[in-house]
């Protein structure tokens, strides 16, 4: 599967985006997908996660602000990012995990996703 990842770009503080992952390939419902980020010199870390069944995962961090959603019809997986924080400026990538459901829901879990887009960079001024 091919993920490519848009709605990036330059927000005030308090402000909001819409990042949307669009995925090619085999069918879209086979495929849990998740949101990571990576901010300069930090490591890489989960945001949030939607399985094959729409259950979510979100981090703590973005709890109650970022909430993610799946359109299958369209191929895409989106992150509703509200509120929006100096702190939460980074390099947003989604993912997609096609292991087979019996295998569970990875969720926060970067190694079970074994696709990766190329990333869409959010910036949040203060």
């Known amino acids: 599967v091919q993920l490519q990842a848009s709605g990036g770009g330059l927000v005030q503080a308090g402000g909001s985006l819409r990042l949307s992952c669009a995925a090619s390939g085999p069918p879209f419902t086979n495929y849990a997908m998740g949101w990571f980020r990576q901010a300069p010199g930090k490591e890489r870390e989960f945001v949030a996660a939607?399985?094959?069944?729409?259950?979510?995962r979100v981090a703590d961090s973005v709890k109650g602000r970022f909430t993610i959603s799946r359109d299958n019809a369209k191929n895409t997986v989106y992150l509703q990012m509200n509120s929006l924080k100096p702190e939460d400026a980074a390099v947003y990538y989604c993912?997609?995990?096609?292991?087979?459901?019996?295998?569970?829901?990875?969720?926060?879990?970067?190694?079970?996703?074994?696709?990766w887009g190329q990333g869409t960079q959010v910036t949040v001024s203060s």
């Open positions: 939607i399985s094959w069944s729409d259950s979510t």
């Open positions: 993912a997609a995990d096609g292991r087979p459901r019996t295998a569970g829901f990875g969720g926060a879990i970067a190694p079970k996703y074994e696709y």
